[in-house]
Each structure stands twice: as C-alpha cells, then as structure tokens.
C-alpha cells in the first residue's frame, strides 16, 4: 500500500526538478539481527520491513539507481521479489556486528565501479527508520543538490525536554551541571534554541567526501529536518511493537 502524507516539509520551497548529479540508492541489510531476528525480511504490518524502504527508493525520481547490499540470500530474494537490483553478495568481513557503513558503502562503489558506472553521491537508505514521508527523499536530493555539502542528514526536533540545555549531567556529590556547560538554567521552554537529532532515515554522501576523506559525513554537514508525528527506528522488539502500532493505525487511516 502505497503511504501518504500531509506532513510539512520545511524543504518544501525546493523547486528544483531534477538532479544534475549521478546519485545511487543503497539499501545496507545484512542477515543476523540480534535484537529482532530475522527484522529485515521480517513482515511488518502485513509486508517484510524491507519492502518499505525499496517502496520508497523506487518511488524517488531523482536516484540513478537503487542497489542492495546484503550477505544473506534470502533477503536478497525478498528485495528482488520488490523490484529491487541486487548486483553482488557482500562479502562475510563486512556483515559482522562490528563493520561499519562507510566500508559497506566504499564495497558497493567500488563494486559499480567495476562494471563501469561512476557516481556523484550516495543515498544511504536505512531498513530500519522504514517511515518516511512520500518524497521525501527527492526533497533531501534536491537540498543535497543545491547546497553541495559534504554531506546531507535527515534530523528532527527534539523534545524540549531532552533540549540539551535542559539535560544535565551529575557530578560529584551529586551535584548537577547543566550539559551544555551554560551556568543558568534557560527558564523558559520559548527561549530555547531548537536542537535536533540524526533520525536515520537518509544520508546522501559525496563520492568526492567518501575516497578523500573517508566518511560519510565529511566537514560540511547540510542538515534535512523532517517533521512527522512519530519516529520509528527499529533496534529492539519493543521497538518493533510500536512500529507495528503505528502501521496498523496508520493503514487503518487510509482505508477509511
């Protein structure tokens, strides 16, 4: 079922209509999930979880291509089952627990490389942030395009009440400091300054940024803000429970 959204996007002035950059889509899922076994290819409110992502990569105008990479051929074959290309295995050294994104991207360049296609960035699309608002990720290219940053990330606003000028850490005798280091506490939740947190939903990534300075992120970082009316990143099952929730509300919506 195709989503739907009347969320606001404060990208929404990009009027931009397409992209003068060669970006390819990456959706990273390797097997051996811990805190959800098997959560890739798990079904989610009626579809594997997989399936939302590669809805959404194959919706966006603005990606070249989408490729997946992953070690375990039974998600490979449900990604394929959605449409989407799966043009190698990755090798067993880069789905350990402890391998990260940046050398799983750099395999997957390297990868289309060798078969003659050169890019400008990469969409690194995240299985487990599975809500993302209907062109979005168009949105985030065209910002991507237009303020050619090392690199552009999908944030959101926290809550005032984790703003960190109202967290705190504890010191000795059990004396607290504020965490910004601030000596006053801002008094008034008006005055404070908007703070934001990656949400894991898109990272794009100069090539330029990935060979050079090897990172995703880079020196300049263009923040992307999404606004919705819930975050889901799937790490554990209670996780999972409420992402289950939010779907089952949500489809319930759009059928009614």
Same mark, same amino acid.
């Given at each position: 079922?195709?989503?739907?959204?009347?969320?606001?996007?404060?990208?929404?002035?990009?009027?931009?209509?397409?992209?003068?950059?060669?970006?390819?889509?990456?959706?990273?899922?390797?097997?051996?999930?811990?805190?959800?076994?098997?959560?890739?290819? &798990?079904?989610?409110?009626?579809?594997?979880?997989?399936?939302?992502?590669?809805?959404?990569?194959?919706?966006?105008?603005?990606?070249?291509?989408?490729?997946?990479?992953?070690?375990?051929?039974?998600?490979?074959?449900?990604?394929?089952?959605?449409?989407?290309?799966?043009?190698?295995?990755? @090798?067993?050294?880069?789905?350990?627990?402890?391998?990260?994104?940046?050398?799983?991207?750099?395999?997957?360049?390297?990868?289309?490389?060798?078969?003659?296609?050169?890019?400008?960035?990469?969409?690194?699309?995240?299985?487990?942030?599975?809500? *993302?608002?209907?062109?979005?990720?168009?949105?985030?290219?065209?910002?991507?395009?237009?303020?050619? @940053?090392?690199?552009?990330?999908?944030?959101? &606003?926290?809550?005032?009440?984790?703003? @960190?000028?109202?967290?705190?850490?504890?010191?000795?005798?059990? *004396?607290?400091?504020?965490?910004?280091?601030? &000596?006053?506490?801002?008094?008034?939740?008006?005055?404070?300054?908007?703070?934001?947190? *990656?949400?894991?939903?898109?990272?794009?990534?100069?090539?330029?940024?990935?060979?050079?300075?090897?990172?995703?992120?880079?020196?300049?970082?263009?923040?992307?803000?999404?606004?919705?009316?819930?975050?889901?990143?799937?790490?554990?099952?209670?996780?999972?429970?409420?992402?289950?929730?939010?779907?089952?509300?949500?489809?319930?919506?759009?059928?009614?």
């Amino acid at each position: 079922m195709k989503q739907t959204s009347n969320l606001k996007l404060e990208t929404s002035n990009l009027k931009l209509p397409t992209s003068n950059l060669k970006i390819l889509g990456l959706i990273p899922a390797r097997g051996g999930s811990k805190g959800v076994p098997g959560k890739n290819i &798990k079904p989610l409110a009626g579809k594997p979880l997989i399936a939302y992502t590669i809805e959404q990569a194959n919706d966006a105008l603005l990606l070249e291509k989408t490729i997946l990479s992953t070690d375990d051929e039974k998600i490979a074959e449900v990604a394929r089952n959605y449409g989407l290309e799966v043009p190698f295995m990755r @090798p067993e050294a880069l789905a350990q627990d402890h391998s990260g994104s940046l050398e799983v991207v750099q395999h997957a360049l390297d990868f289309m490389e060798s078969q003659g296609e050169v890019y400008d960035a990469v969409c690194l699309l995240q299985v487990t942030s599975p809500y *993302r608002p209907q062109g979005v990720i168009d949105d985030a290219i065209r910002m991507f395009v237009q303020e050619r @940053p090392d690199a552009l990330v999908s944030v959101r &606003k926290v809550p005032d009440e984790f703003n @960190p000028h109202w967290t705190f850490e504890i010191e000795k005798n059990n *004396r607290l400091k504020i965490s910004t280091g601030e &000596k006053k506490i801002i008094p008034r939740r008006q005055e404070l300054p908007p703070a934001y947190h *990656r949400d894991g939903a898109i990272y794009i990534t100069s090539v330029e940024t990935i060979r050079n300075k090897g990172s995703l992120l880079g020196d300049d970082i263009v923040a992307f803000p999404i606004e919705s009316p819930e975050l889901i990143n799937i790490d554990t099952m209670e996780d999972w429970e409420k992402a289950e929730s939010f779907y089952v509300s949500l489809n319930g919506k759009e059928e009614s």
